[in-house]
């Protein structure tokens, strides 16, 4: 097809034209039918999002895509390129991409008046098919729908009251494409009310000139939950013409958030050949996303974005590759210790409440590390119970009365692993509890298991842990308490 250089060769191939929402839904039948994935790469939205955006596009619907930050609804909008055709054709020199048998344009149809079936035609890829803008406060209706260029007017010598003055905007040049408008209720109310005829009707007015072109557009609007109070809202006739709108969510579950943030994370060879990360660290990087979400010191409506997980375990990848290479060593395994190192990611991600903020966006960074931690034990290790019978031994009973003998110890956050593993394989009892309750366990991920035992024992207040200058100090909490004193 792409050979076809004009209008009568391509109406000898039998070429036949489709506006874009029958293109996208011609696609999208035939690949449900032959059960390929439609939306590949976008994770937790097979049974929710997913279908009601396939029932959006069989229906021919322009899209709001509703939900908090970092829920992938732009993902999802770009992902619609993939189900349009690879080229289509247009009227060479056309701005607006017009179509060869229904050209809306003065320009096209002069051109095709002039030169018939010689009138040159050019092919456009489905990827120049995707135009995007975010709404922000200063977007005009020129930058959207046009405005009268008297450059053009005088170059060309042509009145005010000539449509050919005009400069088309985005929209219109976005003609027979995929068009998002990312968080529409920034987008002021008047420059809304410009969106209702081409979203119905097809009409578009550029300073007085009413001209009839009923452009194909497929419409994604993305929206945030919040904006509707914090900063605007959408005007409610143009909700009315917004044929389906979307919720979307986040992961709503360990596995999926894994699954995301995996594919997501931006990691190079060496990072991942050097540093060892065990399933738990991975599954408790997640749960601090899931804890967020929770916490009563973070700002529910405002959400804790995808985000927060993917940079996060950038963070602590390159915490353990920083501490190798301080060491000198090739390779090294994950600490739990080295999640320390993400509270940067965190604190950028969340919007604290008053007494988030009252704490200080640090603490509650360290809180929530704590939290997963707390959460993730019992389904490792037999419970820890708060109140305990005066002489009654627990699974932990010999760990706490070792760290009282002991007078505990430090670990540095550059240790060498060597250093590291000395220190916590000197704790007899918690090779104990971990050969009792995890047999199974793999060699190369048992001292972050020892370690995570000694954090959770910190969290239901069996022992304690301080920060020093260059590390930490768990003690038994006694000794804490009284050295305190």
Request: hydrophobic share 40%; with cysteine; charged share 30%.
């Amino acid at each position: 097809m792409k050979n076809i250089k004009t209008l009568g060769e391509l109406k000898k191939s039998g070429y036949q034209s489709k506006s874009i929402k029958d293109e996208l839904r011609h696609n999208l039948r035939e690949k449900i039918k032959s059960g390929q994935p439609t939306f590949e790469g976008v994770h937790g939205f097979e049974n929710t999002v997913i279908p009601e955006l396939e029932r959006a596009i069989l229906s021919r619907h322009n899209i709001n895509l509703l939900g908090l930050r970092g829920q992938a609804k732009t993902r999802l909008a770009r992902k619609m390129i993939e189900l349009l055709d690879e080229f289509i054709p247009y009227v060479s020199g056309s701005e607006i991409n017009d179509d060869p048998f229904q050209p809306i344009s003065r320009f096209a149809k002069d051109i095709i008046a002039d030169k018939g079936d010689e009138t040159p035609i050019s092919w456009l890829h489905r990827d120049d098919r995707f135009y995007e803008k975010l709404a922000t406060p200063d977007v005009t209706v020129a930058d959207l729908i046009g405005d009268v260029d008297p450059i053009k007017a005088a170059n060309l010598k042509l009145s005010y009251a000539d449509d050919r003055v005009i400069h088309f905007g985005m929209i219109p040049r976005a003609n027979r494409s995929i068009f998002v408008i990312n968080e529409l209720p920034d987008l002021q109310a008047r420059i809304q009310v410009a969106l209702f005829n081409i979203l119905q009707e097809g009409d578009i007015q550029i300073r007085g000139f009413k001209l009839r072109m009923p452009l194909d557009m497929q419409f994604v609007f993305t929206a945030n939950p919040e904006d509707y109070t914090n900063r605007g809202s959408i005007v409610t006739p143009l909700k009315d013409r917004i044929g389906s709108q979307i919720l979307t969510h986040y992961p709503e579950s360990i596995k999926i958030a894994r699954t995301i943030t995996e594919q997501e994370a931006k990691l190079d060879i060496v990072q991942n050949e050097m540093v060892y990360v065990p399933s738990l660290a991975k599954d408790l990087l997640e749960q601090i996303s899931f804890e967020a979400r929770e916490s009563e010191y973070i700002d529910h409506k405002s959400g804790v974005s995808a985000r927060l997980s993917i940079t996060a375990f950038e963070n602590l990848l390159s915490t353990a590759e920083r501490r190798a290479l301080k060491s000198g060593a090739e390779k090294t395994t994950l600490r739990l210790s080295d999640f320390m190192g993400i509270i940067p990611s965190i604190t950028g991600k969340v919007e604290l409440v008053y007494e988030g903020e009252q704490e200080g966006a640090a603490i509650v960074a360290q809180n929530l590390i704590g939290s997963a931690i707390h959460t993730f034990f019992p389904g490792y290790f037999p419970k820890i119970e708060k109140l305990e019978k005066q002489g009654e031994k627990t699974p932990y009973t010999d760990i706490i009365e070792w760290f009282f003998a002991e007078s505990g110890f430090e670990l540095l956050d550059d240790c060498s692993d060597e250093e590291y593993q000395r220190i916590i394989g000197s704790i007899v009892p918690l090779e104990i509890l971990v050969k009792t309750y995890q047999p199974q366990l793999a060699k190369e991920d048992k001292f972050f298991m020892k370690e995570f035992i000694l954090w959770a024992l910190v969290e239901y207040k069996k022992l304690s842990k301080d920060r020093i200058s260059e590390g930490y100090q768990f003690k038994d909490i006694y000794g804490s308490f009284i050295s305190k004193l």
